[in-house]
């Protein structure tokens, strides 16, 4: 008899049915499986590539404890950085795609470490050059198939109930649980609800009836006998000593048991848990470009921003020197826009219009538009006009990559529409963005094209990364080729 005064009845015993229907395997084995594979793939490649190239192509003896040393170095680098930054999670093994640019640019960042470090010992000259790049490039090609293998592998493992799915009860029969049960059910995610149990607490919102599994005691049947992996207590207003005797009933039982955080918590999309000092708390919102990010991003710019507009210089003179023929009027359009936190900047343009509107009402440009010149439809069409805003990348005004900026007017206008328009300013603007490779770009006349457009800016700013503006910027040429819906 459990303290609650509830027992595994006999009729479960004698059935002769286990009392597990299957043993869960805790999420967290198939990261370490993974991270302990990586480790050896980057010392095996090490070896076997320096004994391939000394022994059968030069004939040669080497010392292999050098290239043994090397590969343990460069594992352990490597697998360091991805365990530090989350990419042995359960979520992040699933996304193929995300972890194979995790690995790439941290086996980039990790060889980089090695190079300088062999050149400040002066140890460098004991290493084959061919070794060398034949060893980043095999361990790489190695390392990102064995990402798409392990994805498909854990894939097959959630399927149909498998051993890294987790069977998840909700007890709390309040909005709270409904809500949270139908936001973290996912069978793509290796989640399943089993059910939403009545908490058994008086005067405490028990009132969702629909699609209830059972009170506490069926819970503690279901648990019992395998059916339940983890518990979450969703119970949004309760007093400290009914919360305490809740928890010590379900103690007793062979799962994991957490409480929910509340509703305002589950309308976000950070959830990741940190410390304040000693105290845990649960993170809303993430600072775009934390850490490194901010670093990279700016020397991105710089180096980037400045070499294009070196190269883009003598197209940038051709086409100033055309409009100054075309006829009166300046050859440059100034315009305020909003920035990162909201600074105001003035934006550059080559003019493609016969007026400059910079006030409080501002016509967008249509199809067909009377304003635009013949020269600045052809400049649109290909977003030609857009290449003085090199400059404003250089000054550090705007990045090559981010949300396209708007003019005041239109800004103060969608952030009164628009929920959460102005995260787009968590970052400085860009020249081309996610949302315009995506087709996102030229007039937006109505509130629903720009809802989906801030939709992949705040995707964009969620997901940054080098290799992610790297993918923009060859999607913007694409774009720019091929254009399908400029203004």
């Not at 008086?202 to 629909?210: A, C, L, M, V």
Request: without cysteine.
């Amino acid at each position: 008899m459990s303290e609650a005064g509830v027992s595994v009845s006999e009729s479960d015993e004698l059935s002769g049915e286990p009392l597990r229907r299957r043993s869960a395997l805790s999420p967290a084995l198939f990261g370490d499986i993974v991270q302990f594979v990586d480790f050896l793939v980057v010392i095996a490649v090490s070896v076997v590539v320096a004994g391939i190239y000394h022994t059968w192509t030069l004939q040669i003896e080497f010392d292999i404890q050098y290239y043994a040393a090397a590969g343990i170095l460069g594992a352990t680098g490597l697998t360091a950085l991805l365990r530090r930054d989350g990419y042995y999670e359960f979520d992040q093994l699933l996304s193929s795609d995300w972890n194979i640019r995790a690995v790439a640019s941290r086996w980039f960042m990790v060889i980089f470490g090695l190079l300088a470090f062999g050149f400040a010992l002066k140890v460098s000259d004991n290493f084959s050059r061919v070794w060398l790049f034949v060893w980043i490039g095999a361990s790489l090609v190695i390392l990102l198939a064995w990402r798409i293998v392990a994805s498909v592998i854990l894939r097959r493992m959630i399927r149909d109930g498998g051993v890294f799915a987790r069977r998840i009860a909700v007890v709390g029969a309040t909005d709270l649980g409904a809500q949270f049960a139908h936001k973290i059910g996912n069978p793509e995610r290796g989640v399943s609800i089993v059910g939403v149990y009545e908490a058994g607490l008086p005067n405490r919102g028990d009132d969702h009836r629909d699609n209830l599994a059972g009170d506490l005691n069926d819970l503690e049947r279901a648990a019992r006998n395998g059916e339940i992996d983890d518990i979450i207590i969703a119970v949004p207003r309760t007093s400290k000593d009914e919360m305490a005797r809740l928890a010590r009933r379900l103690s007793s039982l062979p799962v994991s048991i957490a409480l929910s955080p509340n509703i305002h918590w589950l309308d976000h999309t950070g959830g990741a848990v940190s410390r304040v000092g000693e105290t845990p708390v649960l993170s809303l919102y993430r600072r775009p470009l934390e850490g490194w990010g901010g670093v990279l991003k700016t020397i991105e710019d710089f180096v980037l921003g400045s070499m294009l507009l070196l190269i883009a210089s003598p197209l940038l003179l051709v086409i100033a020197l055309a409009i100054r023929i075309q006829g009166e009027g300046p050859i440059l359009f100034a315009q305020k826009r909003h920035g990162f936190n909201n600074a105001v900047f003035r934006i550059y343009k080559f003019r493609t219009m016969t007026v400059a509107e910079d006030g409080d009402e501002i016509q967008q440009a249509r199809k067909g538009d009377a304003r635009i010149t013949p020269l600045g439809a052809f400049l649109r069409r290909y977003s030609l006009d857009e290449l003085p805003q090199l400059f404003n990348v250089v000054r550090g005004e705007m990045s090559l990559v981010g949300p396209r900026p708007h003019a005041l007017a239109h800004n103060h206008q969608y952030a009164q529409l628009i929920e959460n328009y102005s995260g787009r300013h968590k970052v400085k603007p860009g020249i081309t963005g996610w949302a315009q490779v995506n087709g996102f770009r030229g007039e937006t006349s109505e509130n629903e094209l720009m809802e989906q457009r801030v939709r992949f800016d705040l995707a964009y700013i969620d997901n940054w990364s080098i290799w992610f503006d790297l993918k923009i910027l060859l999607l913007t040429v694409k774009a720019v080729v091929f254009p399908k819906n400029a203004v």
